[in-house]
């Protein structure tokens, strides 16, 4: 195998209209390599350069690296180009937020996407260091922004970083948004020839204060007696969540030390995903030393919240998103006084929030996976969550998940409870009790391959598992469901990562709790082998 002449030729006009010294040195060094008969390298530089990042189910995500196929200052100044195009193209100029995580790059990409904004015209406010996404999405919100730009790959694995999109209202795009933008990429020169400006505004400390006051009013009640452990798993949420918390009045809050720091390498966990197993494990740890109330795990860009609980043993463990997701939910629908008010949920999330909701008599929806469809639901949305961690408590404020103020209402939930002598877990087992037990789970596959992703769906549409009902949501979306009686498999690909990902739900009724438990158990833990055997 050699470099063909079409690979080779992309790659020089690449390097040639690179703005980065650095990247430009080093993709020429990738293909001195391959052109040398390297075949890693070869490799490499055709994967590098085949084709360029889509906006997926949460805006850009690649590695950072040179190429048109990676986050590199080429693809982020040419991105908010193609972006700066369209908005000019529908008449909607005025101010662009844009703000950054830690991670490897952030810096240099948000400075060069807030650069090509300016050059356009648009009144540029980038906010002042890395901050947790949702304080972008609130100034958005708050300030009637045209769009903001997030550079953040969230929970994602060191080597990546990503471009958030948020359009008007402080929701993240939704087809066909990104298409017509990813065309109006397509479009642009070469990001060498790009103007960039440097007559960009810094977000004062007064706006972010903004979003620390709106968050710490959220609490309805009145209790604050909680010791809260916290980890912002080396992201950038820890000082905010703590200053939120203490604002809220949870004062009592003691922070993960090998994890407080931002910290682009990620050095004490695999994989910076509070959903990844083993990832909690040093705030479990500190939830024991310290006898908590209440472990609180944010992932690094802070818009998932994952809580930890003391277990019927002593052991702590992390709830599910389910579990979070239905005791917030009913907190929220407990308190709110919006009238005709509705949840949301997606289709992969526990049905459970349903039963919830026609208790108190708002309405429920699902939609597909991700924020940007929740957050759409319909009018009156007064809560939203994914199983993914992604909790919406305040969607008239943040239009997103919002981890931060999801932990704020945690211990308002968990403060409340223990004033009364309960906990979390006597929550869920009265809404078990009240509702029918129910029990998810998930079957996640990674492949290197991802053929393999679309030859395993196709493959259930073709031959589907008997006993089952069969429901394909294409086009809508590449989805397929399973469903019998008290059961539901949700089989798709991730729209961030390359996995394929099975969402298993059993449902028992309750008569005595600890029976129900144990039948449910039994069933989803069948459940779980057959759908692992059928993805094989």
Request: glycine letters at 8%.
């Amino acid at each position: 195998m050699t470099v063909t002449p079409a690979l080779r030729d992309a790659a020089f006009r690449w390097i040639a209209d690179d703005p980065s010294p650095e990247s430009r040195a080093e993709l020429q060094g990738v293909l001195a390599r391959a052109m040398g008969g390297d075949p890693a390298a070869l490799d490499d530089l055709a994967d590098r350069m085949a084709g360029t990042l889509t906006f997926g189910t949460a805006g850009l995500r690649g590695p950072v690296r040179a190429g048109s196929n990676g986050m590199n200052r080429a693809v982020v100044v040419r991105t908010t180009a193609g972006l700066a195009a369209w908005l000019k193209a529908r008449g909607r100029t005025g101010t662009v937020f844009v703000g950054r995580d830690a991670r490897h790059g952030s810096e240099e990409f948000c400075t060069a996407a807030a650069s090509v904004l300016a050059a356009e015209g648009f009144t540029v406010r980038v906010l002042p260091g890395p901050l947790p996404t949702p304080v972008l999405a609130f100034l958005v919100r708050r300030h009637d922004a045209v769009a903001g730009v997030q550079i953040t790959a969230s929970h994602n694995p060191p080597a990546d970083n990503g471009y958030k999109l948020y359009l008007a209202g402080g929701g993240q795009i939704v087809p066909p948004a990104d298409r017509e933008i990813e065309s109006a990429i397509a479009s642009v020169p070469a990001a060498v020839s790009v103007p960039t400006s440097d007559a960009f505004l810094p977000v004062g400390d007064a706006e972010v204060d903004e979003y620390l006051e709106r968050v710490a009013s959220l609490p309805r009640g009145t209790s604050r007696d909680l010791r809260v452990v916290l980890t912002p798993m080396h992201g950038v949420g820890g000082q905010v969540a703590v200053e939120a918390l203490r604002r809220a009045g949870f004062t009592d809050v003691r922070v993960v030390r090998e994890q407080a720091v931002p910290d682009p390498d990620f050095p004490t966990v695999s994989f910076p995903n509070p959903e990844e197993p083993g990832a909690a494990d040093r705030l479990l740890e500190l939830a024991a030393a310290e006898d908590a109330d209440l472990a609180v795990a944010l992932d690094p860009d802070a818009d998932r919240c994952a809580l930890g609980v003391r277990d019927r043993d002593g052991t702590w463990r992390m709830l599910r998103g389910d579990e979070t997701g239905v005791l917030l939910g009913s907190l929220v629908l407990s308190t709110v006084d919006t009238p005709d008010p509705l949840v949301a949920t997606t289709i992969v999330s526990s049905s459970l929030l349903k039963s919830i909701a026609a208790a108190h008599g708002a309405r429920y929806a699902e939609t597909l996976t991700g924020f940007k469809w929740l957050v759409r639901a319909g009018d009156g949305l007064v809560f939203a969550y994914e199983e993914a961690l992604g909790t919406c408590v305040d969607p008239q404020h943040v239009n997103d998940k919002d981890g931060i103020s999801a932990a704020v209402v945690a211990c308002d939930l968990a403060a409340g409870l223990k004033a009364s002598g309960r906990t979390l877990l006597d929550a869920l087992d009265q809404l078990a009790v009240d509702h029918g037990l129910h029990l998810t789970d998930q079957v996640s596959l990674r492949f290197t391959d991802l053929s393999r992703i679309g030859a395993l769906m196709a493959r259930l549409r073709q031959d589907p598992p008997d006993g089952f009902a069969f429901e394909d949501l294409l086009p809508d979306a590449d989805v397929v469901r399973l469903t019998a009686e008290g059961v539901r498999v949700v089989v798709r690909p991730s729209g961030t990562e390359p996995k394929l990902k099975a969402y298993l739900e059993v449902v028992e009724p309750v008569d005595d709790l600890a029976a129900a438990r144990t039948r449910a158990t039994e069933r989803l833990d069948a459940l779980r082998t057959q759908v692992a055997d059928l993805l094989r």
